[in-house]
């Protein structure tokens, strides 16, 4: 009875049985390849305390920093070598690796009720926040830098330039 109400609503929908939906639903090829990715993203989620869309950008802001800086040492005719590919490799790793330690540390302290506790995970907070951010920004302006060189823009008068200036002069007049 059920089942023929389910291959009744399906039916409906354009599937030519309850059969087909579950294949169109489940998709058993994919399931080698999803079931993995998903626990794997699923881990490094709770390990580095960054959600899936941060996550995802990260990982679109090194491959774009990757790629720019391959073209932009074609365009400097700088060779390509793999020392440079293991120093990428290395910066990622370290810095993954700072992420967390830091996330651990504020874990660690996230439930426990005394003042020490709250303010070493409100430390611990505040410094993976900030850490993220430096990090996204060192990335940011290395894909800057290279977009400068495949545009073919001068260094000393690129925006860039222009912007690392102005905030160099204001945190020279705001720490003197």
């Not at 993954?96 to 426990?112: A, C, G, R, T, V």
């Amino acid at each position: 009875m059920i089942k023929n109400l389910l291959n009744y609503i399906v039916v409906n929908f354009g599937f030519s049985s309850l059969d087909e939906f579950y294949s169109s639903t489940i998709h058993y090829r994919l399931t080698i390849l999803t079931i993995p990715v998903s626990l794997i993203s699923s881990v490094v989620q709770m390990y580095t305390g960054l959600g899936y869309l941060t996550l995802l950008s990260f990982a679109v802001l090194v491959f774009m920093e990757f790629i720019t800086g391959i073209y932009a040492s074609k365009i400097k005719n700088i060779p390509i070598e793999s020392k440079k590919f293991s120093r990428f490799g290395l910066k990622l790793l370290v810095w993954i690796s700072l992420i967390f330690i830091i996330n651990s540390l504020k874990i660690e302290y996230k439930d426990k009720a005394d003042i020490t506790s709250l303010m070493a995970h409100g430390l611990f907070s505040w410094l993976h926040a900030s850490l993220y951010i430096y990090i996204n920004l060192e990335y940011l302006i290395s894909v800057l830098e290279n977009l400068e060189v495949i545009s073919g823009n001068d260094a000393a008068t690129s925006k860039l330039t222009l912007i690392k200036n102005k905030i160099s002069s204001f945190l020279d007049k705001l720490l003197s």
